[in-house]
């Protein structure tokens, strides 16, 4: 069983269009994460969620809009896609301190190409 | 401001040999997390091994070790008897102790084993 899932794997698309990824973790974590990972291979967070409640959001654009309908599930919606939203999108998840290290687990990652 | 430099892009070892990955960090937080997480040519990022600004050993899980120099503020990563499959990319990455919610990533060491 997969902890941490994420669909789809690759999604190749049009500038303008909106599409969806989907992200599920069967670990029991309360905290969920998108990442974003550019064509240098560096990684920014995106958002965090918490118990389903949104604590981080890094100075994302507002075409990027997370939900997270329960602890184990946060999707990423982004309309209007760019040229610039093309990457590697990943989902992770974590339990929060003081109990656990906090280490990330993340998901197989979702590459996005806009043309 | 960078939290997490690691200033070696790529390396290469040869086989059964040790490298060592640097990494250096950036917190005035007295309780934080650092971490090292392994990227293969496949994508996914695997977690390797943890060090808590109180611990007072260097972590170590199996072939990898931990150099934490607290003081100097750097946590390097030794990988001993490199093997071919150690062929990836690596990424430091700390959680500070006010923010349980976010890992902030240094921009990785691509490491090509040679036999």
């Known amino acids: 069983d997969t902890a941490v899932s994420q669909t789809p794997k690759y999604l190749v698309t049009q500038m303008g269009n909106d599409k969806s990824i989907k992200c599920e973790q069967n670990l029991g974590h309360d905290t969920m994460y998108w990442y974003k990972q550019d064509s240098k291979k560096f990684l920014k967070i995106m958002f965090s969620y918490n118990n389903k409640e949104l604590i981080i959001n890094e100075t994302v654009p507002n075409r990027f809009s997370p939900k997270s309908p329960d602890k184990a599930h946060l999707n990423l919606h982004i309309n209007s896609l760019e040229l610039g939203d093309s990457a590697v999108y990943f989902c992770?998840?974590?339990?929060?301190?003081?109990?656990?290290?906090?280490?990330?687990?993340f998901g197989e990652g979702s590459r996005l190409t806009v043309l | 401001a960078q939290k997490i430099t690691q200033t070696q892009p790529g390396m290469f070892v040869q086989e059964k040999e040790a490298v060592t990955l640097d990494c250096t960090y950036d917190t005035s937080d007295p309780s934080y997390g650092l971490f090292w997480y392994k990227q293969p040519s496949s994508g996914e990022m695997i977690f390797l091994i943890y060090?808590?600004?109180?611990?007072?050993q260097n972590a170590t899980e199996g072939r990898y070790s931990l150099n934490f120099q607290k003081a100097r503020k750097s946590a390097n990563l030794v990988i001993s008897a490199s093997q071919l499959g150690d062929s990836a990319m690596y990424f430091c990455a700390m959680r500070e102790g006010r923010n349980d919610y976010k890992l902030s990533f240094g921009a990785g060491t691509t490491v090509t084993v040679r036999a």
């Open positions: 992770a998840s974590s339990q929060t301190k003081p109990a656990n290290t906090g280490e990330l687990f």
């Open positions: 060090q808590g600004s109180y611990d007072q």
